[in-house]
């Protein structure tokens, strides 16, 4: 099994969020997953409609059953990086500075079979344990062949696992590693910093946390709330990502449990907020097909509940000048109807709605073009 790592060193930013690391959720830990792809690629919730006398869809979430997640009155606090920043040697970030180049030209590790489901599952859970419960292997992942069944062949780069399970123990230095070796290649990072004129991390927070309670009615206070600035594009345009999820999220998911996240995009320099997504893991999607498409094009409920989501829910009082879906194959294979919503003043919101069931999943708001 191979394992892309093109230049890890320019993702590395994921990894150190609101002054401690996060625990990546991945099987292929140290891959790092482009954080602002979370939004868009993930499955997402169900939030229901009611339709109320007035004939205008009230918001509502659809179920009280899905755990937001109960934990103790303190949110747990990590202490991976004071106890990187004390145990990693200087010797180790040398010998992690060239494992990191020589990954650079072979461009893959190799695992010399697949974690099994019930492996990956005990290793959502200890990985939890080691980021807030101080959980942590007796011994180093050995880096070569010895007297000891689970190693990384740091030579061929390559992860020799036994024919049997990996003991606790052996899965703690899986963890125990990539943590050290991604805490190593984080103090060559640069981390992007906003600018003077962007708007700063608690600013938004705040906004994220208004947009997600203000379209989802949800309480985020027992969420970790995590952000990312990073600047797009040719004109190295500066935006906020920001994730609100449970703390021991790898433990829910291990257990099958539902949950919910919110991902919250921000441009930092208006301070916009321009994506409000709500996600569920497990959400099963229902494909639009021809006929269904033409029975919903037919239903103008669909239009009024994309103008309720934009006049009640997100509270923009603003003319708005008109509504209609947007074709589109990819919505189609997703479950979804996009509705366009078209203000006077040239913006425009495009609301993503579940089908059957007129579930919102996301909010998009695309600013009118400077003329």
Known sequence: MKMNRNDVKSALGVIFIAGGLLGLSAFAVPQIVAYTEMSRQMPEANVSYTQQQTGKPAVQLASGQIPVLKIEAKAPVSTIQTYLELTVTE????????????LRFMDHEIFTREM???????????????????????????????????YLDQSKATYVFPKRALTDEEMLQFIDWNYRFNYVLSLTYVKPQPDQKDIGEAETLSKARESVIRLFDVDLSKLEATALYNKWGPEQKGEWSVDFHPYREGTLRAQGRPYLTYNVLIDSLSGTVLDTTIVERDYKRTPITAEMNGRIRQDSSWLQTARTIVADKQGDT???????????SIYDKRGVVAVLVKLKDGSSYTAELRYPGKTLRCLIYTPASKS
Not at 91 to 96: A, D, T, V
Not at 126 to 132: A, I, K, T, V, W
Not at 318 to 328: F, L
């Open 91 to 102: 010797e180790e970030i040398k010998e992690s500075n060239a494992y990191a180049e020589k």
């Open 318 to 328: 603003r003319e708005i000048v008109g509504t209609s879906i947007i074709k589109d």
């Open 116 to 150: 099994t489901e019930q492996e990956i599952k005990r290793r959502l859970i200890l990985d939890d344990q080691y980021r807030f419960d101080g959980l942590r292997p007796k011994q180093k992942l050995p880096m070569k062949a010895g007297n000891h069944e689970f």
